[in-house]
């Protein structure tokens, strides 16, 4: 029987469990507990001799400890190094596996990975925050708190400029304001270090790029009149993420009404305040697509990319769901910008509000540009 990379981890894990974290393997007298927490019959046979049984089913080599290899390798083939059948073997420690107990679930659902470090969102926080510095030391503002010369640089998302692709993923390293970047770097550093320490740096980056474009595209379809800057897409995406990892993970987490209950409060007050400024105040620019566009993408992503502690048949549905509903949006926003210009004003053929390669809002005649719009 091969097995999958995520069987090794969930075995790896049972045989910490087992071994009590012990360097030297599973000893007989750790074998006897789990035997006898297991509450499971061998035909009769006693303890001892159950024991035993698996002992020399699991223990190739004879040493009287069951090492990490030879313990994959009894789980793995039907027979060990020395001609023994591993079938007892292997349906005990399956039964182990289905009989966690509820507290022992929580405690491989809190697990996380202190080592490498959380390195990823840290450094595209250190990132965003030179970036805003930078344009802010060079802007000849009276208040650099909320000055907003990145809208016309060349990082910025605008509809006139998509066919610089680079704009869907460079203006999630604008900011409109201090106010802005602070709230959208405290945000995601509080939600998306613990996400990186259970799912790593590879699944964070990918799970952050995916809600910098989808919080652009999104703009783009639902709120195109908007010159678009800031990080909030991918913030609201690590905010669904956290939902997606509820949802998966549902039996194995701590606190678990106390975490949905503050996803969906912060989630819902901030998307409701902006979807209320936006509509309410003719002078809010907030593009409120994006956040909202963000999190679905962080939920029907989430699902996928996230680790899952203990797969059931039931989510596997639910991740394969999730993902064909994010293909399809992601697919159906790009053919959107490739073929469906939508310029009712004509902004895109006026020579200044088209500019794309130098300093847009300058040269541009301000009451017939785009609003400037932030994430």
Aim: proline letters at 3%; glycine letters at 10%; one cysteine or more.
């Amino acid at each position: 029987m091969s097995l999958s990379s995520d069987d090794k981890e969930k075995l790896a894990e049972i045989y910490n469990e087992l071994s009590g974290g012990r360097s030297d393997g599973i000893g007989a007298r750790e074998l006897a507990e789990a035997v006898q927490n297991a509450n499971v019959t061998f035909g009769g046979m006693s303890l001892q001799a159950a024991t035993a049984a698996l002992m020399r089913q699991g223990d190739a080599n004879g040493d009287g400890k069951i090492g990490q290899e030879e313990f994959l390798d009894a789980m793995q083939y039907d027979q060990n190094a020395n001609g023994t059948k591993t079938a007892g073997f292997r349906q005990f420690i399956s039964h182990v596996a289905s009989t966690v107990s509820p507290s022992r679930k929580e405690m491989k659902g809190a697990k996380t990975i202190c080592w490498p470090p959380p390195i990823f969102i840290i450094l595209i926080t250190i990132a965003q925050i030179s970036v805003y510095a930078y344009y802010a030391n060079i802007a000849e503002c009276s208040n650099v708190q909320e000055c907003p010369p990145s809208f016309g640089t060349p990082l910025a998302f605008r509809m006139c400029c998509r066919h610089q692709a680079w704009r869907f993923i460079s203006y999630s390293f604008l900011h409109a304001s201090l106010s802005h970047i602070g709230f959208n770097c405290v945000i995601q550093l509080i939600i998306g270090i613990p996400l990186e320490m259970k799912n790593g740096s590879s699944r964070m980056f990918m799970l952050y790029l995916m809600g910098v474009i989808a919080g652009a595209l999104g703009s783009s379809v639902f709120d195109p009149d908007s010159n678009v800057v800031g990080a909030s897409g991918a913030v609201y995406t690590v905010m669904g993420a956290w939902t997606a990892e509820l949802i998966q993970n549902w039996d194995t987490m701590r606190y678990k009404w106390v975490q949905l209950l503050t996803t969906l409060t912060l989630t819902g007050l901030d998307l409701g305040s902006q979807i209320y400024k936006r509509y309410s105040d003719t002078e809010s620019t907030v593009s409120f697509a994006g956040h909202f566009v963000g999190f679905v993408a962080g939920i029907t992503f989430g699902c996928y990319i996230l680790k899952n502690v203990e797969s059931r048949k039931g989510e596997l549905y639910i991740r394969w769901g999730s993902i064909s509903v994010f293909v399809t949006g992601l697919f159906f926003a790009i053919f959107w910008n490739v073929f469906f210009t939508y310029d009712p004003k004509g902004l895109c053929e006026s020579e200044s509000t088209a500019k794309c390669d130098g300093d847009y809002l300058v040269a541009a005649d301000i009451t017939s540009t785009p609003a400037p719009g932030r994430f």
